[in-house]
């Protein structure tokens, strides 16, 4: 079994991928008679083509993946981006490869700390969530609509992410 080592993430690595939704460096403003600060803007929300698309917004309750963890399957969602924003300190794993056809040498794995975000942009392959140390919720808003909205792959080869890796990249 092949390693992918684990990156920190940040917007500059993810970027080809979509967003990294934080509030250190984002734009903001006080709203409401100063008593509201406002973080603009986050992530760019994407529901694809004029069909009847419409945004959700769900809670995914993620459970932690037996170590070390293997990735043996990829997911995508050809008609819309879909964002995963964590309700707690849950520390998380991203792996992620580009938009279209699904090339294993694209691969890139991200080690999320509790605080960030991460916004997939529409097309992107991603591993469903992996939450690591404990149960954590995640708000997600992606697209809703009568169109199928998510195709899977298994991979040619298995791969293994280490909670060794994991605490050298964080």
């Given at each position: 079994m092949k390693t992918l080592t684990l990156e920190p993430l940040t917007r500059a690595a993810f970027a080809p991928f979509g967003d990294?939704?934080?509030?250190?460096?984002?734009?903001?403003?006080?709203?409401?008679?100063?008593?509201?600060?406002?973080?603009?803007?986050?992530?760019?929300?994407?529901?694809?083509?004029?069909?009847?698309g419409?945004?959700?917004?769900?809670?995914?309750?993620?459970?932690?993946?037996?170590?070390?963890?293997?990735?043996?399957?990829?997911?995508?969602?050809?008609?819309?981006?879909?964002?995963?924003?964590?309700?707690g300190d849950v520390k998380y794993l991203v792996?992620?490869?580009?938009?279209?056809?699904?090339d294993p040498a694209g691969l890139r794995a991200f080690y999320a700390e509790g605080w960030q975000g991460v916004n997939y942009a529409r097309g992107v392959w991603h591993h469903p969530l992996i939450v690591l140390d404990r149960e954590g919720d995640f708000i997600v808003v992606d697209r809703g609509g009568s169109q199928p909205n998510c195709d899977e792959i298994d991979l040619p080869e298995r791969l293994v992410l280490s909670r060794a890796t994991a605490a050298q990249a964080g």
């Open positions: 990294v939704i934080e509030l250190d460096g984002a734009r903001h403003f006080p709203i409401n008679g100063g008593t509201t600060e406002r973080f603009h803007d986050l992530a760019k929300v994407d529901i694809g083509p004029d069909d009847g419409r945004p959700l917004i769900n809670v995914f309750r993620g459970q932690p993946r037996p170590q070390p963890v293997e990735i043996s399957m990829m997911e995508r969602h050809p008609l819309g981006s879909q964002a995963f924003l964590p309700l792996v992620v490869a580009p938009a279209g056809e699904f």
